[in-house]
């Protein structure tokens, strides 16, 4: 094993163990949810009652906890909550068309990623507006709407006083895929509201731990990635908005709504999560566990709005937009949506839809 390869694994084992003390430190802000104060009078028993709808995931930890003081704060404004629990074979979709028709004003997705994905589905298009509790591993769109991922008293208050805002919906469809048991659906599509992407990301998501993300976090995809370090690089052909074409190698590329991820991160610096246009990044490196150590120098750089300075790269990055992205990528790569896998496909397209959900965020955000 080279030095390299040990420095990123002490490197990955020391952010784990970092994982493990911060959620220490705000395990009583995730736990302790706070009444959100009254906006205005307390209703009278005459009042009519608004309802309010909670699509919960019952496997992440910290729901089970959640519910009596969500329902509690929901009360104390005059709220009616209506709790909807997510199953195996329904993990929040077909929960938010039942509140729809039950009348709800808003629908909070109470989960992680995976749950808002579900919820966004079935609220996208309907003009009524998701909030968001964010418990899970990544939190991927709380973190780009500045909703604070670890202080549930303050996301419980955005989602019921918050105010709305229109975001763009993205969508990824698998339009060819390989035979075996690992083949993405193909013609199915799939919401995306932050990053899809297919080669070394949606890999290393594929083989992340799912028993230590539960335990560590998001740090957990960093062990999941070492594996796919010296892993073989795609060859991808790119069409933009059926006009610009390009066939490239790369480790992954990324197509994304918003760009912000876990541990401070901006992969997609010049992306708004409401301009109704996609940011393509194709990532590529060379020189092994050097070229990876250049690219995350360079993730950094670019996110504090500083261009590197070599000339000489074996790990960059190269961004563009478009509205309509088509990536075929020969003999098949992972790929992925928001953190949840969709299979190995050998081609997609990804397309938005501006403005087409409504969702909670604090009154003094600018998007």
């Known amino acids: 094993m080279s030095g390299w390869e040990i420095f990123w694994i002490v490197l990955a084992v020391a ?76 993990p929040g979709t077909g929960q938010a068309r039942a509140a729809l028709e039950a009348g709800a004003e808003v629908v909070v997705a109470a989960g992680g990623d995976g749950t808002v994905r579900a ?38 208050e955005i989602a019921l006083e918050g105010r709305d805002r229109p975001i763009d919906v993205a969508w990824l469809r698998v339009t060819d895929a390989p035979s075996g048991d690992d083949a ?15 080669g ?30 010296h892993g073989r690089r795609l060859e991808a052909h790119v069409e933009l908005d059926e006009s610009r074409r390009a066939s490239m190698k790369l480790r992954t590329l990324l197509v994304g709504n918003c760009g912000r991820l876990p541990g401070g991160i901006t992969l997609l610096p010049g992306a708004l999560v409401d301009d109704g246009i996609l940011d393509i990044a194709a990532i590529d490196t060379r ?15 670019q996110g504090l709005g500083v261009q590197p300075l070599s000339t ?7 961004h563009t937009q478009a509205k309509h992205v ?19 496909a050998t081609a997609i397209e990804c397309r938005v839809d501006p403005g087409g959900l409504v969702v909670r965020v604090p009154r003094t955000i600018t998007l």
């Open 15 to 90: 952010l784990a163990a970092g994982a493990f003390v911060l959620s220490f430190l705000t395990w009583r802000a995730r736990h302790l949810v706070r009444a959100p104060h009254p906006a205005g009078p307390v209703p009278t028993p005459e009042t009519e009652r608004r309802l309010v709808a909670f699509v919960a995931n019952p496997s992440k930890p910290d729901v089970a906890a959640l519910r009596d003081p969500v329902e509690r704060a929901c009360r104390g404004l005059g709220l009616e909550p209506l709790w909807l629990e997510t199953t195996v074979d329904d």
């Open 119 to 156: 919820v966004a589905t079935a609220l996208q298009g309907t003009g009524t507006p998701m909030g968001l509790l964010p418990v899970g591993t990544g939190n991927l769109l709380a973190r780009n709407l500045d909703i604070p991922v670890t202080d549930l008293a303050r996301s419980l």
């Open 184 to 198: 993405a659906e193909v013609g199915t599509d799939h919401i995306f509201l932050v990053i899809a992407g297919i």
């Open 200 to 229: 070394f990301d949606a890999a290393m998501i594929a083989d992340t731990d799912t028993t230590l993300k539960a335990k560590v976090g998001w740090i957990a995809y960093f062990l999941g990635g070492i594996r796919h370090l």
């Open 287 to 301: 020189g092994g566990v050097a070229g990876w150590a250049q690219l995350f120098g360079e993730v950094v750089m």
């Open 312 to 318: 000489t790269k074996i790990g960059r990055i190269d």
């Open 326 to 344: 088509e990536i075929r990528v020969p003999g098949g790569a992972q790929a992925q949506v928001d953190g949840d896998t969709v299979g190995i």
